[in-house]
């Protein structure tokens, strides 16, 4: 059964720091690109950021830039995000999503291409 799980949110103030994770399991997900999206209360789930499967490339939404970054641990089937100078409007539930290892894209942002989702973990930004 594959799996993807997701850890690392919490509470936290505005200005810090949390580093979310994403353990795969069930298939690896070396050859899948790796995908952060969100979902803020109201809002629809949105694209956070993502990274190709050899690392090389990544894409991050325009409000997350120089901020959050994504990274991957092939040999350990692990993706991550670091998200730093954290604000309120941060505050969601985090997916961590991954495309299938036959997909013949390289790096998306678009939710349609990713087949494996987490549950999500929770990050809230809060004085």
């Known amino acids: 059964q594959v799996q993807l799980v997701e850890s690392g949110g919490g509470l936290v103030q505005p200005g810090g720091s949390l580093r979310l994770s994403c353990a795969a399991s069930?298939?690896?997900?070396?050859?899948?690109?790796m995908g952060w999206f969100r979902r803020a209360p109201g809002k629809e789930r949105e694209f956070v950021a993502t990274?190709?499967?050899?690392?090389?490339?990544?894409v991050y939404t325009d409000s997350v830039k120089g901020r959050f970054t994504i990274s991957r641990d092939n040999a350990k089937n692990m993706a991550y995000l670091q998200m730093m100078s954290l604000n309120p409007e941060d505050t969601a539930v985090y997916y961590c999503?991954?495309?299938?290892?036959?997909?013949?894209?390289?790096?998306?942002?678009?939710?349609?291409?990713?087949?494996?989702w987490g549950q999500g973990t929770q990050v809230t930004v809060s004085s």
């Open positions: 990274i190709s499967w050899s690392g090389a490339s990544t």
């Open positions: 999503a991954a495309t299938d290892p036959t997909w013949n894209g390289y790096i998306s942002s678009r939710d349609s291409n990713y087949k494996y």
């Open positions: 069930g298939r690896t997900f070396s050859s899948s690109a």
